[in-house]
């Protein structure tokens, strides 16, 4: 039954055009944009079990090796993007984004009506706004 139901989520995946499955991106993109973060993702691949039948020829240890030669190329190509991002973080460090105000237009509610309360509730996240 779960390959069954894998299968019919990937599919429904590549009809809209998307090519790879993330399970966790969402969460961590939105409280980014709440705490006016500016964030990148970085995605690691690692495995097909979710849209790719095994090959037939691989038995489980093999296609765990398999697995294990996908995280380690993108542990390696992940850490190379983020030296690399680090070296060059001088360029982008004074540059504003957009993400630091994310909230400015978010709160409808009158200001005199945001009891105390709720404002030491939402903390740093509203104050600059209210």
């Known amino acids: 039954m779960i390959e069954v139901l894998a299968s019919e989520r990937s599919s429904g995946h590549r009809r809209w055009g998307g090519d790879l499955i993330g399970m966790t991106a969402m969460p961590e993109a939105k409280l980014a944009r709440e705490a006016e973060l500016s964030y990148a993702l970085v995605c690691l691949p690692s495995d097909y079990d979710c849209w790719r039948p095994p090959p037939t020829e691989l038995d489980k240890h093999e296609l765990l090796k398999e697995i294990i030669g996908n995280l380690t190329e993108a542990a390696a ?40 309360a709720s404002r030491k509730g939402l903390g740093v996240l509203i104050e600059k706004y209210v």
Do not use: C, K, Q
């Open 77 to 116: 190509n992940a850490i190379a993007l983020i030296r690399e991002a680090l070296r060059r973080f001088g360029e982008i460090a004074d540059v504003p984004s957009p993400a630091h105000s994310a909230l400015e237009l978010a709160i409808w509610t009158a200001r005199d009506r945001i009891g105390p």
